[in-house]
């Protein structure tokens, strides 16, 4: 065996193939690869053949070093191909981190599309039978999956072709982490700050063993070419304190990172769109833009009681924009527009603001310069590596074309219509980031380009809209990626919503369902004090979506996000009997005739109410802080979730699953003050006991005040503290208390 190691770590590589054989954390007594002596592969090359790990030839050589440096090893492979691909392996002296570096020269008569390395192969369970143990993973935000050495199978359910940067269908950041609570774990990431493609993989082997590994994208793909990732991989052992242990680690990167550089919104507010962050408290999503919708805006404001942000439907452009009949082509598909007066009116006068929708990279290559736009498509590759067929008709944004219709048409709308905003669906992060087709003025493949020319269509858009507004316009997008901070300001999510929600985190429904699988706030933990706001939650205002409803709401509010009202693919509440007519709309729904609950109403309005108000600088500008552990009952809850696509397996679903009865979440103000939330999301009330020292963030003050209905920012009842720091108090059914620490 070849080995590197130190007091902490010992790794130990095949003599003989280069294949990682051992991992041992000597700290912890966790020797996490659970087969060592045959299958593995130390590396896959993929060509249009497809991947291939066969080798030639392989050669190693061990870099002792000095007592106090790096060890290292470097490791070639030569393939039967022509391929020759290298790696080098560090660790340090006295340090629980590996790092992994690798490139792949060409080969003469065949394309290389990718390199995967490092390959982590058969790894094992960590607590007894895998019972504690979980991945957390940022695909699509953040998902935390238990036991995966159960729940995973080989080809099947898994975190396979997870490309980055994506959102929808991959990660959103660059790392993740395999785990046992309490006993140990691994973090994985790549250091990229430039947005090279890359797949975060974490999935059954064929061994029904656990693998972890990166695959990177070649950028420039042809005969000879190769790829040399300028970045590397860490793998590195954790304590097993949850996921926050992993992004906390991850975060102390990050906020380095381009990405980063315009600052904290809390250091930016009252400039930069603030009203979207300060005065929002709820968002409806998909409301008719060409319709009367006026007496739906009377009751929810009836109820609320504050602005609403509005992503208004799609039907506003002249040639149709629908789900199921077409998109427009170029811009005179897009003009003259036809939004109605009276919801623009309605929305004025309670100081609302709305942002049309847009499919934004799809194009009718059929419609309006539909020349053009077919010189401008986006060509995928065969292989798309990804759960996403990517089947839309796409407009590669590196392609002149795109960039100067993507600016023009936004312009235009502005200086017609004077939006508040702008939202963008089916996006940059939704789009694997590759284009094989050269003529754009990119390489083959591309990559890293595509990423910056959406970033480089945005902000030229957004100037220019800006310059025509004479103030700052917020844009948004479905999903959101790291690589597009700074810029995109809010984005549609629904996976808080699930399983009474459709479209992301789709792959893991079923682990859902049963509980194995769980959104966690991955993506917000680690930035949302850089200013993106979330809209989630795929609500309606009826009974009948079952009482998952109220957890959801909480969750949303607690994790920072606006609780988003959906109205894509089905009526809205009826009101004194009446629904949106099928007719009017840009999806053929059923009609239902569920009325609208007041009751709902009223609830999602202590919440709206809570945001805007004393929690606002925690929800809306802070960072997020690992929650206080505490002991909550688990209530089972039903779901029912109808607004979806008919044709979807998902439609007309229903069930019950188990939710905690109290949630919570902490936040950071500044360095000024600490705000930690306690919500109920049941129907009766609770008693809540947790234990409290403000000194251990820092302060010395602790205020405390419950918001409920009719009662908001009341004493909280029953509340008692102790000498040793433990307090207790009663959460009302529905209600929110707030602790604050000065």
């Not at 090279?196 to 070649?218: M, V």
């Not at 860490?234 to 102390?252: I, K, M, P, Q, S």
């Not at 847009?358 to 065969?382: M, N, S, T």
């Not at 996976?495 to 991955?522: C, M, V």
């Amino acid at each position: 065996m070849i080995v590197l190691e130190n007091e902490a770590l010992r790794i130990e590589f095949g003599e003989r193939d280069g294949v990682i054989r051992r991992l041992l954390d000597r700290r912890r007594s966790i020797d996490y690869i659970a087969a060592s002596d045959e299958g593995g592969e130390p590396f896959r090359i993929e060509t249009d053949e497809g991947f291939d790990s066969g080798f030639e030839s392989f050669e190693w050589s061990v870099d002792a070093g000095m007592a106090d440096a790096p060890r290292g090893l470097s490791m070639t492979w030569r393939t039967a191909g022509g391929f020759l691909v290298e790696a080098v392996v560090s660790l340090a002296a006295d340090g629980e981190t590996l790092s992994f570096r690798c490139a792949a020269q060409g080969a003469p008569a065949a394309r290389l599309l990718s390199l995967e390395y490092p390959i982590i192969p058969d790894i094992g369970a960590v607590t007894p039978a895998g019972e504690a143990d979980f991945v957390a993973h940022p695909f699509a935000t953040g998902v935390l999956v238990r036991n995966p050495m159960k729940h995973f199978t080989p080809g099947g359910i898994g975190m396979r072709f997870m490309p980055y940067p994506e959102c929808f269908s991959g990660a959103s950041m660059q790392f993740f982490a395999y785990y046992g609570l309490r006993r140990g774990g691994l973090y994985f990431a790549a250091l990229d700050g430039e947005a090279h493609p890359k797949w975060l993989n974490f999935y059954k082997n064929g061994r029904d063993l656990l693998e972890a590994s990166f695959i990177h994208g070649c950028e420039d793909i042809g005969n000879g070419k190769g790829v040399a990732p300028a970045y590397e991989v860490r793998v590195a052992f954790l304590n097993g304190e949850g996921w926050h242990e992993a992004a906390d680690r991850y975060r102390a990167w990050a906020e380095a990172q381009p990405w980063c550089a315009k600052g904290k919104l809390a250091d930016r507010a009252g400039a930069d769109g603030d009203w979207l962050f300060r005065d929002m408290g709820v968002a409806t999503f998909g409301m008719n833009a060409g319709s009367d919708r006026t007496p739906w805006l009377h009751a929810y404001h009836k109820h609320i009681g504050t602005p609403m942000f509005h992503v208004l439907g799609p039907d506003w452009t002249r040639a149709p924009q629908t789900f199921g009949s077409g998109v427009p082509g170029g811009f005179d598909d897009w003009f003259p527009t036809r939004f109605d007066p009276s919801n623009l009116a309605v929305m004025r006068q309670y100081g609302d603001k709305y942002a049309p929708f847009e499919f934004d990279y799809l194009y009718h290559f059929g419609g309006a310069d539909g020349e053009l736009g077919r010189a401008a498509a986006q060509k995928f590759p065969d292989n798309k590596k990804s759960v996403d067929a990517y089947n839309f008709p796409f407009l590669c944004p590196a392609h002149p074309y795109t960039h100067d219709f993507h600016v023009k048409r936004d312009a235009e709308l502005q200086r017609t219509v004077g939006v508040d905003a702008i939202y963008y669906d089916i996006s940059a992060n939704n789009i694997l980031k590759v284009c094989m087709d050269e003529s754009h003025g990119h390489p083959v493949g591309a990559g890293r380009l595509i990423d910056e020319a959406y970033r480089r269509n945005y902000a030229d858009t957004k100037a220019a809209m800006a310059d025509i507004a004479g103030r700052y316009v917020p844009m948004g997008t479905e999903m959101i990626n790291e690589t597009m901070l700074g810029l995109i300001d809010y984005y549609q999510a629904r996976a808080g919503g699930q399983p009474a929600a459709p479209l992301e985190i789709w792959p893991k429904r079923d682990l859902l369902k049963t509980g194995d699988a769980e959104l966690i706030p991955l993506f917000s933990y680690v930035y949302h004090d850089y200013g993106v706001l979330r809209m989630d939650g795929w609500g309606k205002l009826v009974r009948e979506i079952g009482d998952l409803f109220y957890y959801t709401v909480a969750r949303t509010y607690l994790w920072g996000g606006l609780y988003e009202l959906n109205y894509e693919y089905s009526p809205m509440e009826a009101l004194d009997g009446a629904e949106n007519a099928p007719e009017e709309h840009y999806y053929a729904f059923d009609p239902r005739g569920y009325a609208f609950d007041e009751e709902r109403a009223d609830y999602v309005g202590v919440y709206a109410r809570l945001r805007v108000g004393a929690a606002n600088k925690y929800w809306a500008y802070g960072r997020m802080l690992r929650p206080l552990a505490f002991a909550t009952e688990r209530i089972a809850v039903d779901w029912y979730h109808y607004n979806h696509g008919k044709e979807t397996p998902e439609y007309n679903d229903a069930g019950r699953i188990e939710v905690d009865a109290v949630l919570h979440a902490a936040w950071q103000y500044k360095e000024e003050s600490v705000g930690l939330f306690f919500a109920n999301a049941g129907g009766e009330e609770r008693s809540v006991s947790i234990r409290l020292d403000p000194t251990a963030y820092g302060k010395s003050r602790m205020a405390s005040r419950l918001y409920a209905l009719g009662a908001e920012g009341i004493d909280v009842p029953g509340l008692e503290s102790t000498a040793d720091g433990g307090v207790t108090f009663a959460l009302p059914a529905g209600s929110v208390v707030m602790f604050e620490l000065t």
